[in-house]
């Protein structure tokens, strides 16, 4: 599975924007898919993920409310709507697909790995 990931950019604190990631090679609709973040400076975090069925979600404290994870199985996409960023929310984003049962907060749980999207969310 090949994944892209597109659709960051600068934003003023409280507007939103849309994360695309595009699964190519296989269908992504057996894996459980994720959202993760990395700041300057600090480690890659858990943001979001969702079950390969679309059903379950899970959210990291920071983001839940604001962000939502969707997929598009037609279009092998992943979705992430941000809205209400705040300067915090700064980083490179990436998107993940795995094997795994459920949605997971864990790295190493992840086999792929899309190249990851800027996002700056200025105040």
């Known amino acids: 599975v090949q994944l892209q990931a597109s659709g960051g950019g600068l934003v003023q604190a409280g507007g939103s924007l849309r994360l695309s990631c595009v699964a190519s090679?296989?269908?992504?609709?057996?894996?459980?898919m994720g959202w993760f973040r990395q700041a300057p400076g600090k480690e890659r975090e858990f943001v979001s993920a969702?079950?390969?069925?679309?059903?379950?979600?899970d959210y990291a404290d920071s983001v839940k409310g604001r962000f939502t994870i969707s997929r598009d199985y037609a279009k092998n996409t992943l979705y992430l709507q941000m809205n209400s960023l705040k300067p915090e929310d700064t980083g490179v984003y990436y998107c993940?697909?795995?094997?795994?049962?459920?949605?997971?907060?864990?790295?190493?749980?992840?086999?792929?790995w899309g190249q990851g999207t800027q996002v700056t969310v200025s105040s």
């Open positions: 993940a697909a795995s094997r795994y049962a459920g949605p997971s907060r864990t790295l190493g749980n992840y086999k792929y």
């Open positions: 090679g296989r269908t992504s609709s057996g894996y459980i």
């Open positions: 969702v079950s390969w069925n679309g059903i379950n979600t």
